[in-house]
Nanobody
Framework: QVQVVESGGGSVQPGGSLRLSCEVS???????VGWFRQAPGKERERVSCINPNDGRTYMADSVKERFAISKHNTQNTFYLQMNSMKPEDTAVYFC?????????????????????WGQGSQDTVSS
């Protein structure tokens, strides 16, 4: 049984940093992990994605210079390090995992259809 469990996040002032963690278990074949966010009144946005098997990553243009996605060396735990945070980064952040497309695809398309989602966390950037 696949499980996706998030932790971390919270509140920070503009310019500060937060780190989100996502522990994934139960997959029996190669999978990908993504981070998504949804702000009030806005559509859900794909923030970042990683394929731990080939090392490819994707970062949205809105966070590319400030956020980083990574994987623990030995555990199935994934991180979203968020630096230089802005008020517009305020959102509910979700970790999700699933299988990548079976046909050749870009890094951006790795996480288009993930079926397993974490509980989400409210992350707020405010002075």
């Amino acid at each position: 049984q696949v499980q996706v469990v998030e932790s971390g996040g919270g509140s920070v002032q503009p310019g500060g940093s937060l780190r989100l963690s996502c522990e994934v278990s139960g997959f029996t074949r190669d999978y990908v992990v993504g981070w998504f966010r949804q702000a009030p009144g806005k559509e859900r946005e794909r923030v970042s994605c990683i394929n731990p098997n080939d090392g490819r990553t994707y970062m949205a243009d809105s966070v590319k210079e400030r956020f980083a996605i990574s994987k623990h060396n030995t555990q199935n735990t994934f991180y979203l390090q968020m630096n230089s945070m802005k008020p517009e980064d305020t959102a509910v952040y979700f970790c999700a995992a699933g299988y990548p497309p079976t046909t050749p695809h870009s890094a951006q398309a790795m996480c288009v259809a993930l079926g397993y989602w974490g509980q989400g966390s409210q992350d707020t950037v405010s002075s």
